[in-house]
């Protein structure tokens, strides 16, 4: 919300104020009137307090209580991130998918969802699954172009994975770390 306007029309008006106070000094002390210069000042200090008052802490209040706020409540990463880190991986995914139902447009759960499903459980089928609905439910490009690129590493190793035949060594590939953005 902008107080410029407020602000201009308050501080206007009390300075006219402060202009008719200096004359109606001027004519009722007349000769004395070097003699009320501190009562007048005091006057004037009072009307002009709230314009400058307002000027400075509208602008430093905003600092510590900003008028914006979010029409509903914004994903909580906390409890899937925390069962990621558990082992629970499974419970995990649950949490990211309740994310991407409530916010699809929420890159970070998408590129959790697709890292847990390739990285942790080694599953490629799903990751590309995740990927490609993450890919259809993003409507802005810079969003898409987001999630191919956190997820590039993950799509090397699926077309590399689909050209050579599984390892039976049991090993597992280096798990990569995406941390959600807010």
């Known amino acids: 919300m902008n107080h410029f306007p407020i602000f201009l029309r308050d501080f206007l008006l009390r300075l006219l104020l402060c202009l008719v106070l200096v004359v109606a000094f001027r004519f009722v002390f007349g000769p004395l009137f070097l003699l009320s210069i501190p009562f007048l000042i005091a006057g004037v200090a009072i009307l002009m307090a709230k314009p400058f008052a307002d000027l400075f ?15 509903r409540p914004q994903p909580i990463y906390g409890i899937p991130t925390a069962r990621r880190k558990e082992g629970h991986f499974e419970e ?11 916010h ?40 898409r172009n987001r999630l191919t690129n956190a997820c590039a590493p993950w799509i ?3 077309d590399k ?22």
């Open 57 to 71: 802490g509208v602008g430093a209040g905003s600092l510590f209580y900003p008028n914006s706020h979010y029409d």
């Open 104 to 143: 699809p447009q929420e890159v970070p759960a998408w590129i959790q969802l697709v890292d847990i499903a390739a990285n942790d459980l080694n599953d490629l089928p799903r990751a590309k699954a995740y990927f490609q609905s993450g890919l259809n439910h993003l409507n802005a490009e810079a969003d």
């Open 161 to 182: 994975a689909e050209l050579t035949p599984p390892e039976t060594t049991g090993s597992r590939p280096k798990p990569i770390t995406i941390k959600p953005e807010r």
């Open 92 to 102: 995990a995914l649950l949490g990211f998918h309740q994310i991407t139902a409530e």
């Open 156 to 158: 090397k190793r699926q």
